[in-house]
C-alpha cells in the first residue's frame, strides 16, 4: 500500500485548509466578551485581583489588600468561573500587561485602574510607602482611574 502523504506533507495540507476556514463568530464573541469582563472587573473595583482560590500568592494579596489598605478588594477566581473561561482570561491578561509566558502567574493587581503586578510588587508598594490606606483613600475619592489616559491597561 502506498503512503499518500509523508508526516510533512499532511502538515501541509491541514495549514492549507485551515488557512481557508473562517474565523467563528462565536469565538470573536468570546474574546470581545472576556476583555469586557477584565476590563469591568479593573474599573469597578478599588483593588482588582485576579486570583485562584488556593494559591498562597494570590491569598496574600487579598489579605494585604483588607488588612493593611482597609479594602475588600474585588476579586476574581479563575479557577472556579462558573463558564470554565478562567484559562482564557488568564490568557487575555498575559497579552494585556505583556507578560513573557502564555499564562501569566497568579496574582495580577490592579489599584485604581493601575497595573501593579503581583503579590511581590503589592507589597513592595505597601512597605516602601507609595501605597497607603490613606493614599488609596484619596486616589479612591478623587476618582483618578486612569484607564483611559497615560498609561492606560485597557485593551
Known sequence: MQRLFSSGGALVVL????SLL?????????SA???RVI???????????????NCPFSIKAKRMAL????????????DQRPKGDGSTIQRQLGKLIKADRA???????WVNGQYIGGSDALRKA??????TKEKLAKLTK??????????SQEF
Not at 495549514?15 to 485551515?18: C, F, G, P
Not at 505597601?126 to 501605597?131: M, T
Open 67 to 78: 488588612d493593611e489598605l482597609g479594602v475588600k478588594p474585588g476579586v476574581i477566581e479563575l
Open 103 to 109: 499564562l501569566p502567574t497568579v496574582p495580577q493587581i
Open 126 to 131: 505597601i512597605d516602601s510607602g507609595k501605597l
Open 22 to 30: 473562517p474565523v467563528s463568530e462565536a469565538y470573536t464573541d468570546e
Open 15 to 18: 495549514l492549507a485548509i485551515a
Open 33 to 35: 466578551e472576556i476583555k
Open 142 to 151: 478623587l476618582r483618578m482611574r486612569p484607564l483611559n489616559g497615560p498609561g
Open 39 to 53: 476590563n469591568d472587573h479593573i474599573r469597578k473595583n478599588e483593588i482588582a485581583i485576579f486570583s485562584k482560590i
